[in-house]
């Protein structure tokens, strides 16, 4: 009865040390151990939110197109309703700016968009990620929520912050690229300082430099580019990071399902692929790795390992 | 009695945050409970896709169950008695090595007949030891997304790790 009491209180996290050490002392010590530690190897960390919902978007707009039947309407309807939407639009954009809406941008899978904000900085957002801030509300709310990828040139002099549910970029006039995905969480100084949040601590990174964390390892590494590759060389590159993210960072790229067939997906991949020839990308990215493609049909990609 | 302000959930802006919120949840519940072999991927998905059909009906309160109960509902159309698998990543590859082969062997045997193992489980027993030890919740916590007591959930927690033990070290 006492040992069921401290391996609970155990995998609960809530063992104290006198009971640590005779729960340590147990001979079936190293087999919970064991269990616990493996267990962890049962993850699917392939679950990608933000690709996910980019999927149900697809079928629901599809199935919203559908169902939108052609209903006749009367002929005087038509008309007033175009009057009415122009109305609707012109007080929109009037009063838009005093009530400071939050204004959204998004990008499609294999889309790529550059906004400048109210105080002249220039954000470039790669594919499949989605950038909100304050528009009319900018001087009280200098903060933008990203998801997905983006490039930030910070006009000079300027504040503000970068919300990521992964951790929060402070900014004063610099360039800096970040990069968030479910299980992956990038950032790169390429001019000025950057400060960031993560996990409540506060890691100041400089130009040159970047700061990843893949699954719990945070790794701090050294960069030669003086911008990210994908903003102005048209391509995506990667430097030791896992193939599933490779695989994922494609399938945004190119908007095509990739299907892999006894591949390691937890390996360490370094190099890069083009983002305007499919062919090549594919060829970049399966080549090294002695893999090869098939492509099934326009939206369907298998990989196998030989 | 407090009224819900956004009665339901057909605005885009709630259904998003819905899916950002619990997609990830339903999915690791359908798969500790019914393994990978039947797509939870895909039945998150047609979840979701129904909850946007029916999302006039749904408040954002009613959401959670209504997706975990729709969810559950699919997997029990196809769950023909097959057996549960779950997949597991590879043990990660070192930069050096200094295991012998009979060591990476032992390791790989092990994680065979964890897989075995897990799959006799009890689906209740399953989910519940996957919570907490995959993802890190606390009985607490489980409980409270189960709606089971804090006693039932540390009854099953604790069982999946005597039956795991018992198996796999073939006493």
């Known amino acids: 009865m006492k040992k069921e009491l401290l391996i609970q209180k155990w995998l609960d996290g809530e063992i104290n040390d006198a009971e640590l050490t005779a729960f340590k002392a147990l001979p079936e010590y190293a087999s919970y151990a064991k269990l616990s530690e493996k267990a962890k190897l049962f993850e699917d960390t392939s679950y990608d939110v933000d690709f996910e919902y980019g999927k149900l978007n697809t079928i629901i707009s599809e199935r919203r197109q559908k169902t939108a039947t052609p ?47 109210p105080d002249n900085s220039n954000v470039k957002l790669n594919a499949s990620s989605s950038l909100q801030y304050k528009k009319g509300d900018w001087e009280n709310n200098r903060e933008v929520n990203l998801v997905g990828e983006a490039y930030f040139d910070v006009a000079k002099g300027s504040q503000f912050d970068v919300n990521t549910w992964l951790g929060k970029v402070s900014v004063l006039g610099t360039q800096f690229n970040v990069k968030q995905r479910v299980n992956y969480f990038e950032v790169t100084c390429y ?39 994908w903003s102005n060389k048209n391509m995506s590159s990667f430097k030791s990071v896992p193939y599933s993210e490779v695989i994922q960072e494609f399938e945004r790229q190119y908007n095509i399902k990739v299907e892999t067939n006894n591949v390691d997906m937890t390996q360490l991949f370094t190099g890069s692929f083009a983002l305007n020839d499919q062919e090549l990308a594919l060829k970049a990215i399966t080549l090294p790795l002695e893999l090869k493609y098939n492509k099934e049909n326009k939206n369907k990609i298998v990989l196998t390992k030989e | 009695m407090v009224q819900s302000l956004n009665s339901n959930v057909c605005e885009e802006r709630i259904f998003s945050n819905i899916f950002k919120t619990l997609s990830k949840d339903v999915h690791n519940f359908l798969r500790y409970k019914y393994g990978d072999n039947l797509n939870p991927k895909d039945k998150v998905q047609e979840a979701f896709i129904k909850l946007w059909d029916n999302c006039k009906n749904v408040s954002p309160e009613k959401a959670k169950s209504f997706l975990f109960t729709t969810a559950n509902n699919m997997m029990l159309n196809e769950v023909k008695h097959q057996k549960v698998v779950l997949k597991h990543q590879q043990v990660k590859p070192k930069h050096y090595t200094n295991e012998t082969p009979e060591f990476i062997m032992e390791e790989s045997e092990y994680m065979k007949k964890y897989q075995r193992a897990l799959g006799n489980l009890t689906e209740a027993q399953r989910e519940a030891f996957l919570m907490n030890r995959i993802e890190g919740k606390k009985h607490k916590e489980i409980a409270a997304e189960l709606g089971i007591s804090r006693k039932g959930v540390e009854k099953r927690i604790y069982g999946a790790l005597e039956k795991l033990r018992k198996e796999i070290d073939g006493i």
């Open chain 1, 71 to 117: 209903v006749k309407t009367l002929n005087w309807l038509k008309p007033l309703m175009r009057v009415a939407a122009i109305l609707l639009v012109g007080l929109a954009i009037y009063y838009a700016p005093l009530y400071g809406d939050t204004t959204t941008v998004k990008t499609l899978a294999s889309n790529q968009t550059t906004i400048q904000l």
């Open chain 1, 191 to 229: 001019e000025g300082l950057v400060s960031l949040k993560y996990k409540g601590k506060e890691i100041k990174l400089p130009a040159g430099k970047s700061f990843k964390v893949i699954g719990n390892e945070i790794i701090v590494d050294e960069t030669k580019d003086s911008l990210p590759s």
